[in-house]
Structure formats: structure tokens, C-alpha cells
């Protein structure tokens, strides 16, 4: 049996799963996007890396067990890099740029991700003072403007190392993103940052950055059954202690079965049949709790096999309720 793609564990907007996206597709390399809740990790990639954080990259066994797993994101670049490099941004053969490329990475996710961090996202960290770490962080950003500046003026600018973008411009250029995602207006009013401020300008306007932004349906385990259910039919279920609705307007009684889907087939689900419904909810159900009967029926329409639960759905079986879509 032929291995499958490797499987990317991401979250559209973390800066590090969005530097590990753009090394997989600036090498060419396929993989399977699996898009997380952080608030719900599933089960299937706390299995593969217990830290729980992402990106993390599973790489298939060539002799279907379990292959090599890939828990950082700067290693899930270099990985991609190693399998195609067609821009040469590891720069190999050039110790220089090596050295100055690995010393740029450190200060990013060493020094200037502290200051971020406690900038943006300050209430969460106890006694730091916004201001003080936003000039902290400028005065990194001041220090990777002046190399730019430095490299348009020998006429071969644009990026960190020169003309052509390297490793470090894919590591840094998330984190630059969200900095200036905190304060916009304060960031592009700069007066010490131009030549940042173009770099940042013309990666926001790519296509690298539209495509691996591109929003895509959060992924779902196939070990679990999934029912939408009107945010009303849930709340009155809560207070019942159990679910009683076959689907939209329908009640178990009139049907005789919960109606349910399969991972892959909430999404279409709910465009059929609860896009203009109001707030819905997404029930995730432990079928291994349930102790109704679960049966594969055909669709009348389709013939496509959906799950049915004959009995009601007692609130035991549920794993977790959330807003839908997200």
C-alpha cells in the first residue's frame, strides 16, 4: 500500500503554521491541511504531538506504520526546503547568509515574539505595560529596516539578504503581519520604517499569502458522529436532558431517528438544509456513548449514506457544542 500525503495539524492564523504553509508550497511539497480549533484540539493530533500546538507535520511510513512527526515550525520549513528549494532560500554553499539568516530567526522568535506578544495581547501578561513593548519591538523592526535600506542601496534590495527572498523572509514576515495587525495605522505612520513597511506591503499583496490564507472548513474526526441542531432546539434539549429533533422542523417522534452526518458531510449538510436558519449549533456525538442504534441509510435523493441515531440523544453522549459555521 502507497503512503499518503503528509498531514499538516494548522490554524489559519497562527504565525507559525502560516511560515510552515508558505515553505510547503513555495517547495512544491503536497500535504493534507487539517484546520484546528485550538479550543478544541482533536483527539487525532494530540496523538500525533501531545503538546497540543501547531503546526505540527506527520509524515507518512513508507511501510504504512507510524512515520516521523515534525512538532516545530522553523523544522517543518526546513523539511519542505530539503525536499525542493526551487528560490535557493536556505542558501546552501553560502555560510554568510546561513549564519546571518539563522541569527535573524533567533532574534524573531526569541526577542522580538516576547514583545508582540506583551504588546498585543497584554492583559494576558501581568504587569507588562503595552507601550513599552511596542517600542521594544520597534526598535527590532528599525534594526531589520536599516538592512533592507542597506541592501536597495548596492541596487540589489528588496529583501533581508538581497534581492531574492530567503528562509528568514518567510520566518519573519508572519510575525511582521501581526504586529502590524495590532495597530495598522500606527504601524503604516512609521516615519523610520519605508523600506519595512514595502517588504511587508508586497508580502500582504501575494499570491504566496492569499493562498495559504485561504479559509477552509475547519477539519472534523471521523471517530465522532455530528448533528446541527437550531440554537433554540438545543437549549430546550438542555433543560429536557435529552435531544429530541430528527432534523429542522421535525421531532424524533414524527421520524423516528435523530438524523446525523459524517465529518465530511456537515459542511454540505448545512448549506442544504440550515443556511437560512438562523443560529445553528454543532453537536459532536461519541457514537461509543450512545445507547441507541446507530444505522447507515441512504438519502432519498442521493443514495448517499448518512448516519441514523434511533432513539433520542441523551446529553452523555455529547463531546462539545459549538456555533456553526465557526
Known amino acids: 500500500m502507497s503512503p499518503g500525503l503528509p498531514i499538516l495539524w494548522s490554524f489559519r492564523r497562527c504565525p507559525y503554521a502560516i511560515r510552515a504553509r508558505l515553505a510547503l508550497r513555495t517547495a512544491g511539497v503536497a500535504v493534507e491541511v487539517r484546520e484546528v480549533s485550538l479550543q478544541a484540539k482533536p483527539e487525532e493530533l494530540l496523538e500525533a504531538s501531545p503538546k497540543g500546538t501547531v503546526p505540527v507535520l506527520a509524515l507518512p511510513d513508507p511501510d504504512d506504520g507510524p512515520g516521523r512527526v515534525i512538532e516545530q515550525s522553523l523544522e517543518v520549513m526546513r523539511w519542505a526546503l530539503e525536499q ?23 532574534t524573531n522568535d526569541d526577542s522580538f515574539k516576547v514583545h508582540l506578544d506583551r504588546f498585543k495581547y497584554a492583559s494576558r501578561f501581568p504587569g507588562a505595560e503595552a507601550a513599552a ?11 531589520w529596516n536599516g538592512r533592507l535600506e542597506a541592501a536597495a542601496r548596492t541596487g540589489q534590495g528588496g529583501w533581508l539578504l538581497g534581492a531574492h527572498p530567503c528562509l528568514a523572509d518567510l520566518a519573519l514576515l508572519p510575525f511582521v503581519r501581526q504586529f502590524r495587525l495590532a495597530d495598522s495605522a500606527g504601524f503604516d505612520a512609521e516615519p523610520v520604517l519605508g523600506a519595512l513597511q514595502g517588504w511587508l506591503g508586497r508580502f500582504l499583496a501575494s499570491e504566496e499569502l492569499a493562498a495559504v490564507m485561504a479559509r477552509q472548513e475547519r477539519w472534523r474526526s471521523s471517530r465522532y458522529l455530528y448533528h446541527l441542531a437550531l440554537a433554540d432546539d438545543w437549549r430546550a434539549a438542555l433543560a429536557a436532558g435529552a435531544y429530541r429533533h430528527s ?6 417522534e414524527e421520524v423516528g ?17 440550515y443556511a437560512d436558519a438562523g443560529p445553528v449549533r454543532l453537536v459532536t456525538i461519541d457514537p461509543q456513548r450512545l445507547t441507541a442504534t446507530v444505522k447507515q441509510e441512504p438519502a432519498p ?17 455529547v463531546v462539545r457544542v459549538e456555533p456553526y459555521p465557526a
Open 247 to 252: 432534523t429542522r422542523g421535525r421531532s424524533l
Open 84 to 106: 525542493s528549494d526551487p528560490q535557493d532560500l536556505l542558501r546552501r554553499g553560502q555560510p554568510s547568509q546561513m549564519a546571518q539568516i539563522d541569527a535573524l530567526i533567533a
Open 257 to 273: 431517528f435523530v438524523h446525523a452526518s459524517c465529518a465530511h458531510q456537515v459542511a454540505a449538510t448545512y448549506r442544504r438544509f
Open 301 to 317: 435523493e442521493s443514495g448517499e449514506l448518512f448516519p441514523h441515531i434511533y432513539g433520542p440523544l441523551p446529553l452523555e453522549a
Open 133 to 143: 513593548h511596542r517600542q521594544a519591538a520597534l526598535a527590532v523592526l528599525q534594526d
